[in-house]
């Protein structure tokens, strides 16, 4: 079973960058697409970014497209989520996410999460 624990969140100023970890204690990343969701309090996790078993293929949500970009290192079995240019309405606790299943919901092995707060 795959664990996983996120970092790199913290306090940045409006326009600012952080990047955020995403490595697993247990289990082989490489073996699974990837996903970066984000969730306020009392919303839904939603979706910012999704990357393939090899990294060859990306994905976005709207808010995240020219401002994220999301990568792999495999050999140190660890997914990454560059944010730049963020916004007080990027704030958020950042998971990542297991893709397990066909499903476009079908993402799960949860982190405890890394705060991310974007404030002046």
């Known amino acids: 079973q795959v664990q996983l624990v996120e970092s790199g969140g913290g306090l940045v100023q409006p326009g600012g960058s952080l990047r955020l970890s995403c490595a697993a204690s247990r289990g082989t990343l490489s073996w699974y697409n990837m996903g970066w969701f984000r969730r306020t309090p009392g919303e839904e996790r939603d979706f910012v970014a999704a990357?393939?078993?090899?990294?060859?293929?990306?994905y976005y949500a709207n808010s995240a497209k020219g401002r994220f970009t999301i990568s792999r290192d495999n050999v140190k079995n660890t997914v990454y989520l560059q944010m730049n240019s963020l916004k007080p309405e990027d704030t958020a606790v950042y998971y990542c996410g297991v893709k397990y299943g066909s499903g476009a919901d079908d993402y799960g092995y949860w982190g405890q999460g890394t705060q991310v707060t974007v404030s002046s």
């Open positions: 990357i393939s078993r090899s990294g060859d293929r990306t």
